[in-house]
């Protein structure tokens, strides 16, 4: 995604993954791989589909304020 002249990636990750630092930052790193050079943000939602981000604070403040739904998703699968 593009916001304001920032490219970034949004992975979509399990929410137990949000709810350690340590899984977060070995998550980001494993993504990082796939999208070099781009800022990483791990997003999760609840079982209501509320999202919560995880990443660099000006993105995730950007994220948290818009509809989950405006975000233009494309689907990739890495074999690792």
């Known amino acids: 995604m593009k916001e304001q002249g920032v490219t ?3 992975v979509i990750v399990k929410p137990h993954i949000l709810q ?3 899984e977060s930052q070995r998550a980001s790193q494993t993504c990082s ?3 070099p050079g781009l800022p990483i943000v791990l997003m999760a939602q609840d ?3 509320v999202p ?3 990443g660099r604070k000006d993105i995730v403040s950007f994220l948290t304020r818009l509809h ?3 975000i233009p998703w ?3 699968t890495f074999n690792d």
Request: aromatic content about 28%.
């Open 8 to 10: 970034f990636a949004i």
């Open 20 to 22: 350690s630092q340590f």
């Open 33 to 35: 791989g796939h999208f």
């Open 47 to 49: 079982s209501r589909g």
């Open 52 to 54: 919560t981000y995880w």
């Open 68 to 70: 989950v739904s405006l």
């Open 74 to 76: 494309k689907e990739y």
